[in-house]
């Protein structure tokens, strides 16, 4: 028994699929003539390509789909927080009596010029929030579409190199064939006409006796 996790987390096991999914495409054209090989390997490698299209449209669109819902998170994430930092901001603006002290004494526009360098602070947070997010999304997408681009390359060489194999033997079993017949007329031995020679000296017994 294979245990692919401890070998390499499952990889291995992956790329045997692709193996075996591969041979089991072009060896349902076993049995065609050698006329038709292209054709029909032609047929196979569309089958292939086709569902190599649709795993990369799958894969990109549930990746479209995880993006969306990071997207959805932060930025619900950052409305709650600027809900919050907003209250507090208030909390903190000098207001009523307290309000017109301040600005008497002249703390109150210190506190404001405090309180919109903060929200500029905060701004450029969020700002730089979504650009690593944006980021690290470019990221995987350029990952994943290497990823496929490898994967598919490798079912390609294995498509060839099974190909090149079903070809030979298609080429090599047609004369084996005929060596084996040729082999066989080689070994088969002459009729015996031993019966054949005694019915014929019998006959010629026969017409001694007629002439006398």
Same mark, same amino acid.
């Given at each position: +028994? ?126 730089? +929030?979504?650009?690593?997010?944006? +980021? ?25 190199? *099974?190909?090149?194999?079903?070809? *030979?033997?298609?080429?090599? +079993? ?39």
């Amino acid at each position: +028994e294979i245990r692919w996790p401890e070998i390499d987390g499952g990889k291995s096991r992956v790329r045997h699929n692709q193996e075996i999914r591969t041979r089991n495409d072009i060896r349902l054209r076993d049995d065609n003539a050698n006329d038709n090989f292209k054709k029909e390997i032609g047929r196979a490698w569309d089958v292939i390509k086709r569902r190599q299209v649709k795993e990369a449209r799958e894969a990109a669109d549930r990746l479209k789909e995880a993006e969306r819902r990071e997207r959805d998170a932060l930025s619900k994430r950052q409305a709650q927080r600027a809900a919050e930092e907003h209250a507090a901001d208030e909390r903190r603006r000098p207001k009523g009596l307290r309000g017109m002290f301040l600005r008497i004494v002249g703390k109150k526009a210190k506190i404001e010029a405090e309180l919109a360098r903060a929200k500029r602070r905060r701004m450029d947070r969020d700002q730089h +929030e979504w650009e690593k997010l944006e +980021e690290r999304q470019s990221t995987q997408r350029q990952r994943q579409e290497t990823d496929l681009k490898r994967r598919f390359e490798q079912e390609k060489l294995l498509f060839r190199v *099974e190909a090149k194999r079903i070809h *030979e033997q298609m080429q090599t +079993e047609p004369t084996q064939g005929r060596s084996t017949d040729h082999a066989q007329g080689r070994d088969k031995s002459p009729p015996d006409q031993r019966e054949d020679d005694e019915e014929r000296a019998r006959g010629e017994g026969r017409g001694h006796n007629l002439g006398r």
